[in-house]
């Protein structure tokens, strides 16, 4: 496991859905979305230093 969260050679399973509707996502963009997203979540107290799944949803 590197410091991002996401070992180097690992693609994390991310699903980006737009108004119901799946965003094909390059290897790139999942492991930028993954190694944010925990980059973020380590900064949190109270969250599990590796979880195993994060559910984020946001709405306008």
Known sequence: MSETGVAPAE???????VDDEVVEL????????????F????ALK???PEP???TLRVRR
């Open 39 to 42: 980059g973020m979540l380590r």
């Open 46 to 48: 109270g969250v599990p």
């Open 26 to 37: 390059t290897d790139f963009v999942s492991r930028f979305i993954a190694s944010t997203l």
């Open 52 to 54: 195993s799944e994060v």
């Open 11 to 17: 693609r994390p399973e991310v699903t980006l859905i």
